[in-house]
Structures are given as structure tokens and as C-alpha cells.
């Protein structure tokens, strides 16, 4: 057996114009060569060769990223598997039968796609995949055997509450879904991906209940995600200001949150929740003003109780605005209803007020 790893160098990829002048190869050599190229400059880049120990014409290549890898799952699902496997001496390296063989048969891990297009080869690579190539074969095998660190749950930071869940969400997009997921036992929850961001391509995914949320909404939101124009989308506040309805509004038109219960009850309410990766913050929409008087503990309280402290919260919000307002009217125009003492007061104190009688 004959094990080889290189590094190959580019800050990022070729971009989509430029990709259109390379082809994909039946030799591994110029596959190999072709990666070189297009990561160019680019030190996280690693590629590898193996070959069988019983049949050396059996000629492989992985291609990953450095540190976003799985190395163990590689190593014992990848790499062991392809060097110890013993073919049959009528197989000949580089068909499509082989190489589907492989794929059913050898690799021992859960999720490989067979692939024959160079963007989507390129994307699986940059979103931490390994790519799987064969002597032979002008295509690749794209395996999910993603392994970076990531935050572990721990109690939402904005949104504290006495009662209910301590879990927060992450910035791990798929252990976010996981949190929903495990609180929505119903097949009726849908989930659809997306791709923002010309240069990002930062997966988006809209989470939803099929026979509560409204088709037309759906629909719109998914035409305005596909509209988006802009380079890179690090959170949801990005996408929050480029699709809401007025851009100009000092009030919220889209609710955010970092509970997974609380996009749970949008949820059984028929709203949709939209979550990227990278940030541990949830869209929901549609928002309504009276969202800003709730809280997340209000679903784990007697509904009398939750519902004087709405009733409180607006009554108080009321006072918060009503209040200066009545006391300059008064005081610029009512001069009868201000108290006598209070403007002795504020007299030998050195200030002077003028009421009209």
C-alpha cells in the first residue's frame, strides 16, 4: 500500500466565470492537478492518494480541508476500508460499476453522493466535505464527514427566563434544527434549504408547518431569499434588513429569538422561522406589534396570570408615552390644574416658567 499527502495553496476557489474553462478528467493525475489550480495559494487545501494493498492499479485520491474534517471517520470509514478491501481481479480501476461499487459496498459512511459536475464538487469541498476521486472515473464521491468544533448548548444570553427550557441555540445550523426537531414529533414540519450570498453561500433554512403556516407567505419569502444580491451574509440581522416590508420602519416587522420553544410556538401559530448558519438567532415572520408585550415564560404560566402581565406590560408602555406628554401640556398650557406649590418651588430654585392663562 502506498499512501501519499500533499498540500496544494488559494485563498479561495476559482470564481463561477472562471470554472467554465475547466473540465473534469478520467486520470487522477490531472483531477489532482486540476484542485491544485483552482485552490491555488491556498495552505488549508490537503490532498491524499491511496491505493489497495492487494490491486496497486486501484488508484484513489481524498481531497478536504484542513481542519474541518473528521479525521477519525476518514481514517476508519474512508481510508482503511479502499487500502484492505480485496476486488475481484476482473474489476478494473476507473468504471462506473467500480466506483459505484465503492459507494455501496466499501465506504462505511452514512451520507456519499455521487457527483459529475465541478461546481458542486467544489462547493462539497468548501462546505468541509471530502471528496472522493478514482483513477479512471471523470467524477467524485462527495462524503459528510464534517468534524469542526462548535459551541456547546448552553442557556440563550438574551432571553433568560425562570421557567422553561435552558437550551439555546448555537452556531451550528444543524444542531439548531435538531433542537426543534426534538420538541415537533409530526411529519407535517417541513424544512427548506437555501443558498445566500454571491461569495458566502451561507445555507439558510426555512422551517415550517405544512398544514399551519400560509402557502402565499412561503412562496413570498422564498422569492425575496432568491432576490437577495450580496456578497456574504454573516447573521440574521443581514437578511432581517433586505427582506422586511418597510425598510424604513423604527418598528420591528420581523421577531428574532434564540430559544428553540419559542420558535416552536411561532410555529404551532402557523409563523414561518427562517435560521442560517453561523448564527444562533431565529427569524420569525409574520410579526405582529403585540409580540413586543410577550415574553417566553408567558407560555409556561397560568393563562390568567400571563395575560395581566400582557395587560401590564401595554398599560405600562401606554404610561411610558401618554405621561410627558400630559405633564407638558400641563405645564405649558394649564397653568390652573399645576399645583400652586410646586411652582413656588421651582421659582426660588431660579427656574421661570410661562403659562398662558
Known amino acids: 500500500m502506498k499512501n501519499q499527502e500533499t498540500e496544494s495553496g488559494g485563498t479561495s476557489p476559482a470564481n463561477e466565470t472562471s470554472l467554465s474553462t475547466y473540465s473534469l478528467s478520467s486520470s487522477l493525475d490531472e483531477m489532482l492537478a486540476l484542485f491544485r489550480q483552482i485552490f491555488s495559494n491556498d495552505g488549508t487545501l490537503r490532498i491524499r492518494i491511496i491505493e489497495n494493498a492487494q490491486c496497486s ?33 476482473s474489476e478494473r480501476s476507473g468504471t462506473a460499476e467500480l466506483m459505484d461499487k465503492i459507494r455501496k459496498q466499501v465506504l462505511n459512511v452514512s451520507d456519499v453522493a455521487d457527483s459529475t459536475d465541478l461546481e458542486e464538487i467544489i462547493a462539497a469541498i468548501i462546505s468541509g466535505k471530502t471528496v472522493f476521486l478514482l483513477d479512471g472515473y471523470s467524477g467524485a464521491l462527495n462524503i459528510s464527514a ?14 433568560k427566563a425562570n421557567r422553561g427550557s435552558r437550551e439555546g ?26 443558498e445566500v450570498g454571491t461569495r458566502s453561500k ?20 422564498q422569492g425575496r431569499l432568491k432576490r437577495v444580491e450580496i456578497d456574504h451574509i454573516l ?26 420553544d419559542t420558535v416552536v410556538g411561532k410555529l404551532m401559530e402557523g409563523r414561518i422561522a ?8 431565529a427569524l420569525t415572520l409574520p ?31 401606554f404610561l411610558s408615552f401618554s405621561i410627558p406628554a400630559v405633564y407638558v401640556a400641563l405645564v405649558t398650557y394649564s397653568r390652573k390644574w399645576y399645583p400652586h406649590s410646586s411652582c413656588s418651588a421651582l421659582r426660588r430654585r431660579g427656574w421661570t416658567y410661562h403659562f398662558q392663562q
Open 57 to 89: 492499479s486501484i488508484r484513489c485520491g481524498l481531497i478536504y480541508i484542513d481542519g474541518m474534517i473528521d479525521r477519525n471517520q476518514i481514517s476508519e470509514g474512508v481510508i482503511k476500508p479502499i487500502t484492505s478491501y480485496q476486488f475481484d481481479e
Open 146 to 159: 464534517q468534524g469542526w468544533e462548535i459551541r456547546a448548548i448552553t442557556d440563550p444570553m438574551t432571553e
Open 169 to 194: 441555540f448555537t452556531e451550528s445550523m444543524q444542531v439548531n434544527l435538531t433542537l426543534i426537531r426534538r420538541r415537533i414529533h409530526d411529519s407535517d414540519l417541513k424544512f427548506i434549504f437555501l
Open 202 to 221: 451561507t445555507q439558510t433554512c426555512l422551517c415550517y408547518m405544512e398544514s399551519l403556516a400560509s402557502p402565499d407567505i412561503l412562496k413570498e419569502l
Open 235 to 260: 447573521d440574521t440581522g443581514y437578511i432581517s434588513e433586505l427582506i422586511r416590508d418597510e425598510p424604513y420602519s423604527p418598528f420591528e416587522t420581523i421577531g428574532s429569538t434564540e430559544r428553540p
Open 274 to 281: 427562517l435560521l442560517i448558519e453561523g448564527s444562533p438567532f
Open 287 to 317: 410579526y405582529v406589534f403585540v409580540e413586543n408585550f410577550q415574553t417566553s415564560e408567558d407560555y409556561y404560566m397560568n393563562y390568567y396570570f400571563a395575560s395581566f402581565n400582557r395587560l401590564l406590560r401595554i398599560f405600562g408602555a
